[in-house]
Nanobody
C-alpha cells in the first residue's frame, strides 16, 4: 500500500509559479513510477506528467511541456511538480498518483494509487 498526500496548491496570478509536493508513505514508494494528473470542473481527469522510479526519465502532456517540471526525492518519499508560467486554463484539482507504466498519454486506468488532490487556481 502507498498513501499519497498532496500540498502546495493555491491561488496564483497568470504567469506565476507554484510547486506541488506529494508525500508518500509505504515501503514500496521508490519502486513505483509516479505521476500527476489534473481535473478541471466539468472535464475528465487528464495526465500532466510522469517520472520513472529512478527519476531519470520524465514525460509531459503537450499542454504543459516546457512549463512544468516533475521530480522526485526517493530519500524523502516525495514527488514534486514545479509549475511555471501558469495560465488560467491550468486551473484544476491536481492529483498525485502511483502509476503502473510510463508514457505521455496515461489515463486513469494506469493509476494504482491516488492522492486526495490539491486545488490550483490561476487568475487572469
Amino acid at each position: 500500500q502507498v498513501q499519497l498526500v498532496e500540498s502546495g496548491g493555491g491561488l496564483v496570478q497568470a504567469g506565476g509559479s507554484l510547486r506541488l509536493s506529494c508525500a508518500a508513505s509505504g515501503r514500496t514508494f521508490s519502486s513505483y513510477p509516479m505521476g500527476w494528473f489534473r481535473q478541471a470542473p466539468g472535464k475528465e481527469r487528464e495526465f500532466v506528467a510522469a517520472i520513472k522510479w529512478s527519476g531519470g526519465r520524465t514525460y509531459y502532456a503537450d499542454s504543459v511541456q516546457g512549463r512544468f517540471t516533475i521530480s522526485r526525492d526517493n530519500a524523502k518519499s516525495t514527488v514534486y511538480l514545479q509549475m511555471n508560467s501558469l495560465k488560467p486554463e491550468d486551473t484544476a484539482v491536481y492529483y498525485c498518483a502511483a502509476i503502473s507504466r510510463l508514457g505521455n498519454e496515461l489515463t486513469r486506468t494506469d493509476v494504482t494509487y491516488w492522492g486526495q488532490g490539491t486545488q490550483v487556481t490561476v487568475s487572469s
